[in-house]
């Protein structure tokens, strides 16, 4: 389910999805299907971890990121979950195919 929040949006980003819902900032956002699918495998992701444990790794994976580079962008962009999401957003069939846990497969690769 799709919601329109820009008030929930950090100022850089477009969308975000906390299971079940995907936020997104405005409503022409809604149609943009690569947007709505990277939101869609990060729901699929929160489902197979238990969206707390999500979460937690999320987190943690971030932090030791931005203590790594010193950069918040490239922290960001190098969390398993991110790197998953955005090599995939423009594949609209990739969750019919996606295995199991397929994130770890990104976590340390650099």
Sequence with gaps: MILI???????????????PFI???NKSL?????L????????????ELLWV?????????????LIRFRNWNRAYHNISFEKEAYKNEEN????????FWTFL???NNN
């Design 5 to 19: 929040s820009k008030f929930l949006i950090p100022r850089k980003y477009n969308g975000m999805a906390i299971y």
């Design 23 to 25: 936020f997104l900032k």
């Design 30 to 34: 809604a149609s943009n299907s690569v």
């Design 36 to 47: 709505v699918n990277h939101e869609q495998i990060h729901l699929r992701q929160q489902l």
């Design 53 to 65: 444990f999500f979460f937690t790794w999320y987190i943690i994976e971030f932090s030791i990121h």
């Design 92 to 99: 609209l069939y990739y969750l019919e195919n996606r295995k």
């Design 105 to 107: 497969k990104y976590f």
